[in-house]
């Protein structure tokens, strides 16, 4: 069985500051980890992935995730924020395969100030 | 290369009632999953169809049926709906091989009302 849970249903950071979403997971297997942006009103959007090999893993719009086994965590970062990264972020595992079944968090809403 | 898209955008039914959702998947893709979005929590697995033949259910009840066609597009029917089946549905297709199945990739959803 797999879980996921997101510290923070909800962030706020300055433009220009630092953002960090927290991801904790829980697997029985290697999990291949996601995570996706959701835009209001939107679908969800693949920012980045890790299955196997480099654990610091570069995605899109200038974020990376770190996949740290002995903490079993994959937090997201971005080193400086901008107004357009203001969205609902969601962790997911799944098992190895990545198509497989998803299991995702509960979310974390970032708001980005001026 | 043609993205995930869904059908209708938004929809409103009453209790009851039964409702069909359409999902076409991206061009190259033979694996369709579908997921539930309640309002203010992440997506949950209800099913995924690969080769026209479910492939991996979540906890939703019989109620919940879907359908995938020889051209890989799916749908969704859900039967005597029911207030808390207000939701996003969101599909999402990938593509299956003998080396496993790659990433998922969503559509825009369906926002379904249930009054």
């Known amino acids: 069985a797999q879980s996921v849970t997101q510290l923070g249903s909800h962030v706020s950071v300055s433009e220009g500051a630092l953002v960090l979403l927290r991801c904790n997971y829980s697997?029985?297997?290697?999990?291949?980890l996601f995570w996706y942006v959701q835009y209001p009103n939107q679908g969800l959007q693949l920012l980045l992935k890790?299955?196997?090999?480099?654990?610091l893993v570069k995605g899109i719009n200038g974020f990376e995730a770190e996949f740290k086994k002995s903490e079993t965590s994959f937090h997201l970062t971005k080193p400086s924020a901008h107004m357009s990264d203001a969205a609902e972020y969601f962790c997911?595992?799944?098992?190895?395969?990545?198509?497989?079944?998803?299991?995702f968090g509960t979310g974390t809403q970032l708001k980005v100030e001026l | 290369e043609t993205g995930v898209t869904q059908s209708p955008t938004h929809l409103i039914k009453t209790r009851g009632q039964q409702v069909t959702l359409r999902c076409s998947s991206q061009?190259?893709?033979?694996?369709v999953s579908w997921y539930q979005q309640a309002l203010g929590q992440g997506p949950q697995f209800i099913f995924q169809?690969?080769?026209?033949?479910?492939?991996g259910r979540g906890n939703f009840p019989p109620r919940f049926s879907g359908l995938q066609f020889p051209n890989y597009s799916s749908e969704l029917n859900v039967n005597a709906l029911e207030l808390d089946d207000s939701a996003l549905y969101l599909c999402?297709?990938?593509?299956?091989?003998?080396?496993?199945?790659?990433?998922?990739?969503f559509g825009p959803g369906t926002r379904l009302t249930v009054l």
């Open positions: 999402a297709s990938s593509l299956a091989t003998s080396l496993g199945t790659d990433t998922q990739y």
């Open positions: 697997s029985s297997v290697p999990p291949y």
């Open positions: 890790y299955t196997t090999g480099a654990t």
């Open positions: 997911a595992v799944s098992a190895p395969g990545g198509g497989n079944k998803l299991t």
């Open positions: 061009s190259g893709h033979n694996t």
């Open positions: 169809y690969y080769r026209e033949e479910e492939n």
